[in-house]
Nanobody, 124 residues
Framework: QVQLVESGGGLVQAGGSLRLSCAASGRTFSPYTMAWFRQAPGKEREFISGITWNTGIDIYADFVRGRFTISRDNAKNTVYLQINSLKPEDTAVYYC?????????????????WGQGTQVTVSS
């Protein structure tokens, strides 16, 4: 079992930036893949980005459009999500997830460990 703890959320004005962190602990993470999802009130959870732990290969959802960047620090067992040019529609709870698969997926049911989420609120 992998434990995931997100941090870095908060209240920010439109146009601002945030860096979310996801600290992983538990058994060895390689060859895990990691991802970020978000869920806004009344909406389904949606995929944002994923990254392979070993090679750092990443994928993004179409809506990201260059505003989000995923990265990882293997030494710290931490995955990051940099969000720039924040918009009110980015308001959501952001979740970190881990998968024991080598294959990056945009599907939430392919991830077997989840963090508790961190709230991001963007004011206009």
């Amino acid at each position: 079992q992998v434990q995931l703890v997100e941090s870095g959320g908060g209240l920010v004005q439109a146009g601002g930036s945030l860096r979310l962190s996801c600290a992983a602990s538990g058994r060895t993470f390689s060859p895990y893949t990691m991802a970020w999802f978000r869920q806004a009130p009344g909406k389904e959870r949606e995929f944002i980005s994923g990254i392979t732990w070993n090679t750092g290969i990443d994928i993004y959802a179409d809506f990201v459009r260059g505003r989000f960047t995923i990265s990882r620090d293997n030494a710290k067992n931490t995955v990051y999500l940099q969000i720039n040019s924040l918009k009110p529609e980015d308001t959501a709870v952001y979740y970190c997830a881990a998968s024991s698969s080598y294959v990056l997926s945009r599907l939430s049911d392919r991830y077997d460990s989840w963090g508790q989420g961190t709230q991001v609120t963007v004011s206009s």
